[in-house]
């Protein structure tokens, strides 16, 4: 079952190392999201229905999971850097998936609200607490096209890389002029290797 913001906001705290307003933001964000789905119970009897994408790598990416029980280790929790302050909340028993974007004039907002409130952070933290969810998110419905490799639970044999000779799992090989390959070796490295 849901809890209250004020319970989200203590177990965030403890996940996040403390409280800040884009930890308010976020779980107000996943609440709206599951809310818009119609889920009572995200991290319980629905867990097996939801997966999130997260699209920035900020504090409210680590509020989310508390509301949703979405884990990257569960394969529930995807994160596509975006840059935005954005999350989609798929359901996966319903095949349907929305969008949720934080509104940029939230933070207007919470100055126009708490004026006396001499610190940003604990101004928009007071304001993220109290304002509709509608003047804080807008949002969509959306198609999230997800095959089965990328659903929890799914399981295949795995791929050996030709070149590093490194296990690559969930069907993320690539297939080049008959060579499989990892997505590093293929060209999609994020590192450069010290020789």
């Given amino acids: 079952m849901l809890k209250t913001l004020t319970e989200y906001e203590a177990l965030a705290e403890r996940a996040h ?18 809310k818009l789905l119609g889920l009572a119970d995200p991290a319980g009897a629905d867990r097996k229905r939801l997966v999130t994408f997260i699209e920035i790598d900020r504090c409210a990416t680590d509020a989310i999971p508390i509301v949703t029980g979405c884990r990257a280790g569960k394969r529930s929790l995807k994160f596509r850097d975006f840059g935005k302050v954005a999350a989609t909340f798929c359901d996966l ?5 929305v969008r949720v974007t934080a509104r940029e004039s939230s933070k207007r907002r919470a100055d126009e609200i708490h ?51 490194e296990r690559v799992q969930f069907k993320r090989e690539i297939v080049r002029e008959g060579k499989t390959l990892c997505r590093a070796c293929a060209g999609e490295r994020y590192y450069e290797r010290l020789r």
């Fill in 17 to 34: 190392g403390h409280l800040c307003a884009g930890q308010v933001l976020g779980l107000r964000m996943a609440l709206y999201g599951v």
């Fill in 93 to 97: 028993g319903e095949n349907r998936a």
């Fill in 115 to 165: 004026p006396e409130i001499p610190e940003q952070n604990r101004r928009q933290m007071a304001a993220y607490r109290e304002l509709p969810d509608e003047e804080l998110f807008g949002f969509e419905w959306v198609r999230v096209n997800l095959g089965p490799e990328d659903l929890p639970g799914f399981k295949a044999p795995a791929a050996v890389c030709a070149e590093c000779g």
